[in-house]
Structure formats: C-alpha cells, structure tokens
C-alpha cells in the first residue's frame, strides 16, 4: 500500500509529489498555447485571453475576449474587451480580476465579468505608457507594481486601497530592462517593498523610502552575459536568477548566500519560472516542466501540449489542455508516515489499524510497538489526513488515528481530531469537480473559515455555504449573503414601506441566520421607523426583535412579541423597562393584558419582594397565590416554630378560597413539621425542611424501624416506596440477615429484583442467592446471568424451554470456563433432541 502512496512522489532535497486534480472539460477555439493564462491563488478561477503577441487565424470577432474558467474548465464568465491594450491580468485577494491597461488604468472585476471600479497608476503612467506589470502578494494584501516604457517604476501595496508611490530609478534608465520583480519582506508592522531590476549582468534593489538604487552582486560562478529572469520566492526570502548561459542560481534575497548554481541546459528564457513554495524551482520550457532542489537535483516531466503555472503559498497548480495537475512537498508527517520501510509511530499506528481492520491478532504486535509513542502517531496520523487530497488515504488515515485514540484518553487530541475531520469534510466539498477549488490544508487554515465561505459566496454558491457554515458552526454565516444587499434597499427613499418590507421578508425569508434586526436598525437610522417595524415582523429571533421594538418607542408591541416568544429573560427585560418608562397604573393596566408577562411580575416580586407580591395577591383576592407566599415562608424559616405559623396562615388562606385540598396538605405539613421539630430535639440532627420519604430514609438508617414505620402509616406512604427505601437502607447497613427476614416478612410489592440488585450493588452475590429463585420468570435468567451464576441461569433456561435463553447465557459465560460451557452446551444438545 505504502508503495502505492509513494508513487507519484521525487526526490530533490527533499521529497515532492506531482498528482492530478481534476480532468479539464474546457473547450477552445484557439489552443491553450496561444493564451495568456491568469489563475487565482488559493484555487481560485482562471482567466484567459488570447495572446495579442502572437498571430494566430482568428475564428471569431477581432475583439479579445476574456473567458474566466473554473478548476475543472467550467466556463463562469466571458468580458468582450472594448477597452484600451491589455498588458497584464492578475487576481486580487477578493478573486476580483484586474486588467491593467497600457494607460496605466485598472480595470477591476468580479468573477461573473461585471465591472466594479477602476483606478490609475498615476498620470506619468498614463503619459509614457505601462509596458510590463506585476501583481504581489505582501502583508498589506494584493499589490501591484508597474514598470513604463521609460524604465519608471511605480506601485500600490493594496489594491483595494490603491495609493501609487514611486521607486528610485536605476542608473541609465534609458538602457533597456532585462528583467525585474518585485520583493516583498518583513510582517506587516516591518514591511519591507522593493523592486529587483535586471540589466544586464547587474542587479539592482529600488526600495520604497531610499532616493538610490542599491546595486546587488550576486555569486555566479558560471560565464555569461545576461539575466533573463528573476523570481522571488513567496516569503521573499530566496530569489531565483536564470542567465542566458543557461545556469539556474538560487540564493538568499540579499545575494548574499549562493544556495546552488543548476545548469539547465536550456539557454532560451524559460516561458514560466516559479517557486514551489520555498524550497524548489519549476521552469517551464516547451513542452517540457523541470523541477530543481536546492541541492541541485532536477526531475523533468514532458508533456504532450502547452501547460501554464499558477504559484500557491505551498504548491503550483498546473494548468494543461487535458489536466489539472499539482505539485508539492511532501509534508513531513506524510512521509514519516508512508516511507518505504518507516519505523516512525505513525508509520506503525497505520498498519496496526489495518490488521485491526482484517481481525488479525498483528494488530497487537503493532499496537505495542507504538505503545510509548502512541499519543504522538496518532497525531501524525490526523496531521498527515489534513494534509492528503484522495479521500481513501484520508479514511486509511483517520482510520487509524480513531483505533490509535482508543487506547488514549487525552481531551485535546480528541477535539485536534474532531475538528481535522471536520475540515477534510469541508475541504472534499469544496474540491469537488462540482465547485472545483483545489485548496490545500494550510492554505484553508490560511484564509480562515470566514474567508472561505466568502468565496463561496462570491461563485453563488450559497446552498454549499449555507452547509458548510452550519457544519462549522459559523454562526453570522449565512448572515452575509444577502444583508448588504437589505441595508441597501431600506435606504433607497424612492421605496414605499410596505413593498421594500415584503421584497426584503420574500428575498430572505428562507435564509437561516438573517438579522432583520440589523436591517431595521439601518432604516430606523434613516429615519424610516415604520418601515422598520415591518422589517421586525420577520425577525424570528425575539432577542433581537424586542430591544430595537423597545427603542422605537413600541413597548407593547415589544411585550407582545417577547411573550410570545416564551424567552422570560426576554419578558423581564420588557417588563423592567416599561416599568421604568411608565406610570405605576399605566403599567399594571398594561402587563394585565398579557397572562404570561402578569405571571412573570408576579415570580420577579417573589424572589426579590415577597411583601409587594403578597399585597397583589390581597388587592386581587387571590388566595391561592397568598398560600403559595406563605408556604414559600414555611420553606425558609429562621426557625420550626416560624415555620409551623406560616403553614397555618396557608391553611387559612386555601379554606378562605376553598380548597379542601390545600387545607388537608397544609394541615399535614404542619404535624409533619411539628414531628420533625421533636425529632430534631431527640436526636440531634435536622429533620426540619425534610420530605416525607427522606425523614423516614433518615430514621432507617438510624435503625428506628418503628418510628418509620409509624410515619409511613400515618402519612399513607405507599409499600412499594416503603420497600425500597427497607431494602436501599439494609443494604447500605450491611444487615443482609435483616434483608433475608425482611423479604419473607410478606410477598414483595416490588418484586425480588432490587433485592438482586441490592446484593450485587455490593459485590454479595451468595446473598443474592436467596432471592433469585423468586424473580419473575421472563427476567429470572438475566439475573442469574448478571450475578455470573451461568449453569443456574442455563438449567433455569432448561427447564423453561427457552432455546434463546440458553444461548444467551452461552454467549455471556467467560470463555475460560471450559466445564461451565461444556454442561450449557449439553443442555443445549438436550433441549435440540427433545426438539
């Protein structure tokens, strides 16, 4: 198996693996050999557009036409450029596309070709004319730096807040530019944005902030005239310098470390060269992809058409008229794990798992084997699923990290493991043919959840969005579809209330999660209150609803809704309110008019003033309610005798509204009371404020039989929770004597089971021998199964007939008791025979 993992991977300094990601169903006109082609990091979408350089028999209209394709060759948009000549195109971190024109003016994008905003570069662009351009990531955002056919160099750090500032020029800026990038370094406190200029043989550094270029000596060993390329490696770190010589260097940022120094072979200027991630170099000449290490190593991959790079963080795709390839490095737990002959824990955990799953005992040999190490393989094993695209060698993975994880009790590794399924799971979705965005582990953890679901958003993908925030229990996710569109329709004056409120409450009626609140609260600043209010009545959710009803000035509207909503946090905070804004009549008039929100008043003043509550209940004639003040008294006395006046003012109460039966109960809680208070005085302990059934348990475990079982007839207690309380009490006494006699005292209420249990509660079970025999005959073999008396349980199933039975007990005998399944399974041979 592990050979199979291995096969798609290389070797350069360390290990890399190429493997497909989805077969393209694009069709051209012209061959992808004549486009220039633009991919969106993060695998985001593909813009494409005829090279204008190059003269090719044109099908269809003069006119060039960008078509922006998804992962698997999808067609999402077509623009019809009308505009000036296309120098570059590039993504923005918004998967915006951007245009930049030889004028120097931006055009901007969405996905779907509709036109967002423009911006320029600056008027001395406009003037001498951009030639060459580039788009770089930095900590800003997106940037873009343009070089004009004067040699003058300009950028933004932020396209999405563009402020063009100049670069130092080089030296003899009328002499042409070979090449040139743009380096970016340092966090974005410390942010560091330069251009690397080639003329030549030289190397220039135009950094923002210095007045002169710095001129760069990079270590070549090798002979030549010119450099034709250079690159930077995306944490801007390593650079990449190809010379007409044909030599590949690679080297430190500030050339002044020399990595290695790679004939390639080629002399001509590679079409593409770019880092795949920080440790390897892929050019593209022809039809031909080289990789290069750092040590020098090169592995070469022809192919039979053209191809095109697109740069990730950690990997490049590779874009060809039949495939959608990747290439990466292998990630170190990935082949610790997968190694040919690894003795890593993880490596281990995996083939453990799988004679697991084959029922081989070589599942233990390799469990031991990993024993010490185990909580770190299982580890490795969910880090190295995240990292895997195949959903199969995910599932091997996972696998193997569940089966590890059971023989572990660690709380955090558990949640490490929940939450890395749940990101395979997203990740399988969105790398679906269906979506098509092959993004890697770190990449999603780059971008974050939010930013993920937002490009979801963008492709109108709001139904997998929808999934995927409530699967990651993302709780404002859906919230951000469509309430930028709301807030913007209750500003538009022109809009009558009532059909901007039904627009609103149809468009988003459906969508979980939507705040109407939030839109309300946008009209109520325009001023439009009574929009507003519509907008709240499709609000279900009454925590939002009520405050904004409560400051627009509805309170009973805001008291309605809130009881309605049965929420009594909710309730109280309406009734506070309003009892606050109000006059102290206005307010009872208006709460009586709402059961649930009167009753709430009602228990507020119970807990925090039991004196107003009771004056309520007198101006009402409520004398039920007056009982339950009066008990509430009784509950907490400062003393027995407290308590006993309380109950009798209760008793009073409930035979002023005739209530025979609170009378009665009354009457029996206070001799219940008075009782106690006796107890207490003889014995020492509180028994006061104790149920019925706990005094009586108490005087049962002080031994008082007697005195519990004058309570019990006094009080009517019923038998059979009179015997359990006999049986719960001996057996916590250890008085199994007493149990017995007590069990043949009369036939049982409850049966002989609790005596069983009891027993075997704690750990007597020839005790529990007494009272087996009496069990009801559909459990009795259960029981004497649960107390591991199995040729008892097998003779009784005998003797009941009960095939089922027996091998029931079968099944439960420990297999070490050879003799025991011997008699069973004669019984059973016996019982079949009769048959």
């Known amino acids: 198996m592990s050979a199979l993992l291995t096969a798609d991977w290389f070797q350069l300094d360390s290990y890399y693996r190429k493997f497909d990601l989805y077969n393209m169903v ?96 600056g008027q001395e662009a406009r003037d001498t004319k951009v030639c060459k351009a580039q788009l770089f990531s930095n900590p800003h955002g997106i940037g873009l730096a343009v070089m004009t056919t004067t040699n003058r160099m300009f950028l933004v750090s932020n396209v999405s807040e563009p402020k063009v500032r100049p670069v130092p020029d080089v030296p003899r800026a009328n002499e ?103 440790q390897a170099i892929i050019g593209h000449w022809d039809d031909t992809m080289c990789i290069y290490g750092f040590n020098g190593t090169t592995v070469s991959y022809p192919y039979d058409g053209p191809f095109h790079l697109i740069p990730e963080m950690d990997c490049v795709r590779i874009i060809s008229e039949m495939t959608h390839e990747l290439v990466q490095k292998v990630p170190v737990v990935v082949e610790k794990i997968f190694r040919i002959n690894s003795t890593a824990p993880g490596s281990y955990l995996v083939e453990a798992s799988k004679q697991f799953q084959r029922r081989s005992h070589r599942a233990d040999e390799y469990i031991r084997l990993v024993k010490p190490d185990l909580a770190s393989a299982v580890q490795d094993c969910v880090d190295a699923a995240a990292f895997e695209f195949c959903p199969d060698v995910q599932k091997l993975l996972a696998r193997a990290a569940q089966f590890g994880k059971g023989f572990l009790s660690d709380a955090v590794l558990t949640e490490h493991y929940v939450r890395t399924c749940r990101w395979l799971r997203v990740l399988n979705a969105v790398r679906d043919p269906r979506v098509a965005v092959p993004l890697t582990y770190l990449q999603v953890q780059n971008l974050g959840e939010r930013i993920l679901l937002d490009r979801l958003i963008w492709r109108r993908l709001h139904c997998l969005a929808g999934h995927i925030a409530s699967y990651l229990q993302l709780k404002d996710g859906q919230t951000r579809v469509l309430s930028h569109w709301a807030c913007y329709k209750v500003t538009q004056p022109h809009l009558d209330n009532e059909s901007a409120a039904r627009e609103i409450g149809e468009k988003l009626r459906n969508i979980p999660g939507i705040s109407y609140s939030t839109i309300a609260m946008k009209a109520a600043e325009k001023g439009r209150k009574t929009l507003a209010i519509k907008i709240l009545e499709y609000e279900t959710r009454s925590k939002l609803q009520v405050p904004l009803l409560l400051a627009l000035g509805e309170g009973p509207t805001a008291l309605l809704k809130a009881t309605a909503s049965g929420d009594t946090d909710l309730v109280y905070i309406v009734l506070l309110h309003l009892k606050e804004k109000m006059g102290k009549h206005e307010f009872e008039l208006t709460i009586r008019s709402f059961p649930l929100a009167h009753a709430l008043y009602i228990k507020y003043c119970a807990s925090h003033n039991r004196e107003a509550l009771r004056q309520v209940f007198v101006q009402e004639d409520e004398f039920a309610g007056q009982a339950a003040s009066h008990i509430r008294d009784a509950l907490e006395p400062p003393s027995p005798g407290s308590a006993e006046a309380s109950l009798l003012s209760a008793r009073e109460c409930y035979r002023k509204g005739k209530n025979d039966l609170g009378v009665s109960i009354c009457e029996e809680a206070r001799k219940l009371c008075k009782q106690q208070s006796s107890l207490q005085e003889t014995y020492g302990e509180s028994f006061v ?95 004497y199964v649960k107390a591991e008396f199995y040729e008892e349980a097998a003779q009784v199933a005998f003797d009941q007939k009960d095939e089922s039975a027996l091998f029931f007990v079968q099944n439960k005998c420990p297999v070490r008791e050879s003799t025991k399944h011997a008699k069973i399974q004669a019984l059973l041979d016996q019982l079949s025979t009769k048959k």
């Open 26 to 121: 694009w069709s051209m006109d012209e061959g992808l050999g004549n486009m220039i082609v633009s991919g969106a990091p993060y695998g985001g979408p593909i813009a494409v557009v005829r090279d204008r350089k190059q003269f090719v028999r044109i099908m269809t209209t003069a006119k060039p036409v960008i078509t922006i394709y998804n992962g698997v060759g999808n067609i999402i948009s077509k623009i019809l450029w009308n505009n000036g000549v296309l120098v570059h195109m590039g993504w923005s971190d918004g998967e915006q596309l951007l245009c930049v024109q030889e004028s120097g003016d931006v055009l901007i994008y969405d996905m779907f070709g509709a036109y967002q905003k423009t911006f320029s570069m």
């Open 176 to 278: 042409p530019i070979t090449c040139w990038c743009v380096l970016s370094t340092g966090l974005r406190s410390s942010a560091v944005i330069g251009f690397l200029v080639c003329r030549d043989k030289e190397v220039y550094r135009c950094q923002l902030g210095e007045s002169r270029p710095l001129l760069m000596r990079p270590e070549i060993s090798n002979a030549y005239t010119q450099i034709l390329t250079i690159v930077p490696s995306q944490n801007g770190r390593h650079i990449a310098l190809f010379t007409d010589s044909g030599i590949l260097w690679i080297g430190s940022s500030e050339f002044k470390s020399k990595y290695c120094e790679i004939d390639t072979g080629y002399i001509k200027q590679p079409k593409e060269l770019v880092w795949c991630g920080s």
């Open 689 to 783: 404020g104790l149920s019925l059934q706990d005094t009586v348990k108490k005087l049962l475990n002080q031994g008082e039989v007697k005195l519990a079982d004058k309570l019990r007839s006094e009080y009517k207690m019923p038998d059979r929770r009179y015997w359990w309380l006999r049986i719960l009490t001996l057996a916590e006494r250890d008085e199994w004597a007493q149990l017995e006699t007590f069990s043949k005292s009369k036939k049982s209420p409850v049966g002989y089971e609790p005596f069983v249990d009891a027993c075997l509660k704690y750990g007597k079970n020839d005790e529990a021998l007494n009272y087996l025999p009496k069990c009801r005959d559909d459990i009795k073999v259960k029981y």
